[in-house]
C-alpha cells in the first residue's frame, strides 16, 4: 500500500473528492482527513490516531529495542547466572519477549502524545483552512488515483507519495 497525499482547498471540493473516490472503488477506511475545525466533517472519514500520531513508528522501534535489549540481558543472565541459580534457552526467551513488551508499550506511550512527523510539512496549509487527504491504496494504483484528481479538479495539490506504510492502520 502507498499512502497518496492531497491538499484540498475547500470543505465542499472534499466531500466531492471523497465521493469520487468512493465510485473509483477505494474503501471509505483508506481516506483519511485532518482539517483545522473537524466538526464540519462529521460525515467526512477523519484520521484516527494512528494516522495524527508517530504511534506505529513509535511501537517499531521499541518493539526492536527493547527486544534486543531483553535478547543482551538474557544472555548475560545465562552466561553469568545470579548465585545458585542455573538458567537455561528458555530464559533467554523469555526476557527477550519481556524486553520486547516493555519497549513496544513505553515507546507507544510516547509515540501516542508525538505527532505524526510526516504531518509537519502540511501543518502550515492546514493552519491556513485547507484539508489534508491521506488515501492509502496499492501501488499500481497510485497513478491511476493521482491522474483522476489532476484530471477533474486541477486546483487539489498533489504533495506526494509516502513509499510505504503499514498493513493495520
Do not use: C
Request: hydrophobic letters at 45%; aromatic letters at 2%.
Amino acid at each position: 500500500m502507498r499512502r497518496i497525499y492531497f491538499l484540498v482547498p475547500t470543505l465542499d471540493l472534499t466531500r466531492t473528492l471523497v465521493d469520487e473516490l468512493l465510485l473509483a472503488r477505494v474503501e471509505e477506511r483508506h481516506i483519511h482527513l485532518i482539517a483545522k475545525d473537524e466538526q464540519q466533517m462529521d460525515d467526512l472519514p477523519t484520521a484516527s490516531v494512528l494516522q495524527r500520531t508517530d504511534l506505529i513508528p513509535a511501537l517499531e522501534k521499541g518493539l526492536t529495542i527493547g527486544g534486543a535489549t531483553g535478547a543482551i540481558a538474557g544472555l548475560v543472565a545465562v552466561t553469568v547466572p545470579p548465585a545458585g541459580l542455573v538458567l537455561g534457552g528458555g530464559a533467554v526467551l523469555g526476557i527477550t519477549l519481556a524486553g520486547a513488551g516493555v519497549g513496544a508499550w513505553a515507546a507507544s506511550m510516547i509515540g501516542a502524545g508525538a505527532p505524526n512527523s510526516q504531518l509537519r510539512r502540511f501543518e502550515q496549509a492546514i493552519d491556513q483552512g485547507q484539508i489534508l487527504m491521506m488515501v492509502d491504496v496499492p501501488k499500481r494504483r497510485v497513478e491511476e488515483i493521482e491522474e483522476l484528481i489532476r484530471s477533474h479538479h486541477p486546483e487539489v495539490r498533489i504533495r506526494g507519495t509516502e513509499p510505504t506504510i503499514p498493513a493495520f492502520p
